[in-house]
């Protein structure tokens, strides 16, 4: 996840965006894609979180020059979950072409050497196809006294592609692992894991869905609108709340349960 400033970084939040890759089971609820953040990293150190990462000068440029149909900022947002995953964890979402193991580490490598998406999606002759991600949420908590950085996130859903392997890119990230959104949320609450309010309750949604379909028809129903927690008094104590119109179980947690950087 990239968090230099840039032109388009305000106090309002840098646009960012992340993917929930999902792996359906036969025999059980469907795999999503996990990695834990390094715990030098300014944002979600050491905590459970999606693939993904701020939105950069290259993923507009990118999304000027291609066919989408979207709008401008959306496509850019969906460019840039495509390469952060990649980045991140070696697997190519949304890719259109000769797409198989060795090439997608090629595009990874080129990435991490500094080479935008649009130049690598050229030299190996592949496309790019932004439907391939469905909308799922969009997270744009307000600044507090202890944020370093606010990002204003996409979340997408996307189905993990077939004959590749996750790996870990051992800088921002120090591993990864598929799990269920309930087995997630289970280690979080044995003390096994971190995971940071907007991860907990998206788990919990995502937790509801036994497949990718039953999640993609989930997402759909539902308007995708900012999601911007408050504090509020409930029963004697301060709690984080988010709206309860966008499909979310558990909108409401005490602050002092509440880990949020």
Known sequence: MTIETDARETDMGRPAATVVIVRDRHDGPPELLMVERASTMAFAAGALVFPGGAVDEGD?????????????????????????????SGLGIGLTGAVDAAVVLRLRDGLH???TMGAMLARLGLGIALDALTPFARWHPAPFERARRVFDTRFYLARAPEGQVASVDTTENVRLFWSSAADTLAKADAGEAQVIFPTRRNLERLALHANLDALVAHALAYPVEKVRPWREQRDGETHLCIPTHLGYPITSEPMRQVRRV
């Not at 999304?63 to 947002?77: K, Q, S």
Request: charged share 35%; aromatic share 0%; hydrophobic share 40%.
């Open 60 to 88: 507009h440029a990118l999304a000027h020059v291609i066919d989408h149909g979207l709008d401008p900022d959306e496509a850019a947002g969906r460019i840039a979950a495509i390469r952060e995953t990649i980045e991140e």
């Open 113 to 115: 050497d500094g080479r």
